[in-house]
């Protein structure tokens, strides 16, 4: 399977390394973007020819003009397709450009560059497939699992009008924040502003482009975002008026202690953090490979005793910041970094 990837801005190359780490040869073209010598190709048609897949991580300004280039040398046995925020205007283009002829598909991988660099799983991507080629998308399911993805299915309108709600009103009120001083990482800040962080730092690493296309090019954020403001409007207006609790906030919030013992309410955080704990310890195994295939490329060993004493030190340092037992912590420490060592050395981590 060889792929072509129009387009090597941030997210072209997060999906060129999604492949590569899957052992998947790919070109990519990108008239502005720096790409190294082995994977670029001199012409968009040149990154086509003989491909099996065709992918468009292009802003959506540039999809047609891209298609009407390529679209002589595309042939039947190839698949188009997108892997935009939003999918209406994408998946109707490709429609009208492609038509019959070549199979393509509509696709949103809901994860970016920082998501992939963060080894996150598991990895979502809706595919909103064409009238025209239904075998197209099942194929296209079929090679995101191949790349541990998990995949959702939408039409394109229902997928946008989700993605007004969600993705384009997360970015929205982040923006504003960032806009208004709102740091990431504020020296003092509650447990309910880590939530903000990763969406954040998301509009922060984003050039615009993103940000653009899932307000302007969604035929749904505009509306959204209208809704949100008025409803912030009022609730503005409220608080500065001699307002009640209940006018404010007319919708009760359920008192956990009324419902349950507060033992079991207890239990049931910690549960719940236990859950959080094993996600990131998958995530740390997963770096922990990434780590062993470059050490193995740069011919390192994998034991590194300095990193393994800089770490734990750096680990001590940041459990005196938050009050907690320094050895205790480092205990910790050692036991993951005994985990990482057999991850890395290929031995099962499990047992």
Same mark, same amino acid.
């Given at each position: 399977?060889s792929f072509a990837? $129009?387009?090597?801005?941030r997210?072209g190359?997060?999906f060129g390394?999604?492949l590569?780490?899957?052992?998947l040869?790919?070109?990519a073209?990108?008239p502005?973007a720096?790409?190294?010598d082995?994977?670029?190709?001199t012409?968009a048609v040149?990154?086509?020819?003989?491909?099996?897949?065709?992918?468009l991580?292009m802003?959506?300004?540039?999809m047609?003009s891209?298609l009407?280039e390529i679209?002589?040398?595309l042939?039947?046995?190839?698949i188009?397709m997108d892997?935009?925020s939003?999918?209406?205007g994408?998946?109707s283009?490709?429609?009208?450009?492609l038509g019959a002829?070549i199979?393509h598909?509509?696709?949103?991988p809901l994860?970016?560059p920082? +998501?992939?660099a963060?080894?996150?799983?598991p990895?979502r991507?809706v595919i909103?497939? +064409?009238?025209l080629?239904?075998?197209a998308?099942e194929?296209?399911r079929?090679?995101?699992?191949k790349?541990?993805?998990?995949? $959702?299915n939408?039409?394109?309108e229902?997928?946008?009008?989700?993605?007004?709600?969600t993705?384009?009103l997360?970015f929205?009120?982040a923006?504003?924040?960032?806009?208004?001083g709102?740091?990431?990482?504020?020296?003092i800040?509650?447990?309910?502003f880590q939530g903000l962080k990763h969406t954040?730092?998301a509009v922060?690493a984003d050039?615009?482009?993103?940000f653009?296309?899932?307000?302007?090019?969604n035929?749904f954020?505009s509306?959204a975002?209208?809704?949100l403001?008025?409803?912030?409007?009022v609730?503005h207006?409220? /608080?500065?008026?001699?307002s009640?609790?209940?006018e404010?906030?007319p919708?009760?919030?359920?008192?956990l202690?009324?419902?349950s013992?507060e033992?079991?309410?207890?239990?049931?955080?910690?549960?719940?953090?236990?859950?959080?704990? /094993?996600g990131?310890l998958?995530?740390?195994?997963?770096?922990?490979?990434?780590?062993a295939k470059a050490?193995?490329?740069?011919?390192a060993p994998?034991?590194?005793p300095a990193r393994?004493?800089?770490?734990?030190?750096?680990?001590?340092?940041?459990?005196r910041?938050?009050?907690?037992?320094?050895?205790?912590?480092?205990e910790?420490f050692?036991?993951?970094l005994?985990v990482?060592?057999?991850v890395?050395?290929?031995q099962?981590?499990?047992n």
């Amino acid at each position: 399977m060889s792929f072509a990837i $129009l387009g090597y801005g941030r997210f072209g190359r997060a999906f060129g390394t999604l492949l590569a780490q899957a052992g998947l040869a790919f070109k990519a073209y990108d008239p502005i973007a720096e790409i190294p010598d082995e994977l670029r190709a001199t012409s968009a048609v040149d990154a086509v020819r003989g491909a099996r897949w065709v992918v468009l991580a292009m802003p959506i300004s540039r999809m047609e003009s891209a298609l009407n280039e390529i679209r002589s040398v595309l042939g039947s046995d190839q698949i188009v397709m997108d892997v935009g925020s939003v999918k209406v205007g994408p998946c109707s283009l490709l429609d009208r450009c492609l038509g019959a002829d070549i199979p393509h598909v509509g696709t949103h991988p809901l994860f970016g560059p920082l +998501s992939l660099a963060r080894a996150e799983r598991p990895l979502r991507v809706v595919i909103c497939a +064409s009238s025209l080629h239904p075998e197209a998308a099942e194929k296209t399911r079929a090679l995101f699992r191949k790349l541990e993805c998990e995949c $959702l299915n939408e039409d394109p309108e229902t997928h946008d009008r989700n993605m007004a709600q969600t993705h384009a009103l997360a970015f929205f009120v982040a923006k504003g924040l960032l806009d208004v001083g709102v740091g990431e990482d504020p020296p003092i800040a509650p447990p309910s502003f880590q939530g903000l962080k990763h969406t954040l730092e998301a509009v922060r690493a984003d050039a615009g482009h993103l940000f653009a296309a899932i307000q302007r090019e969604n035929p749904f954020a505009s509306e959204a975002r209208a809704r949100l403001v008025e409803a912030l409007t009022v609730i503005h207006q409220k /608080l500065s008026e001699e307002s009640t609790v209940e006018e404010i906030i007319p919708m009760a919030i359920p008192d956990l202690r009324e419902r349950s013992p507060e033992l079991r309410e207890v239990r049931e955080l910690i549960d719940d953090v236990d859950r959080e704990i /094993l996600g990131l310890l998958e995530q740390r195994t997963r770096l922990a490979q990434r780590a062993a295939k470059a050490k193995a490329v740069m011919g390192a060993p994998v034991l590194d005793p300095a990193r393994e004493k800089s770490l734990l030190e750096n680990r001590r340092q940041w459990a005196r910041e938050l009050g907690l037992n320094e050895e205790m912590v480092e205990e910790v420490f050692r036991t993951l970094l005994r985990v990482s060592r057999r991850v890395q050395a290929g031995q099962d981590s499990t047992n």
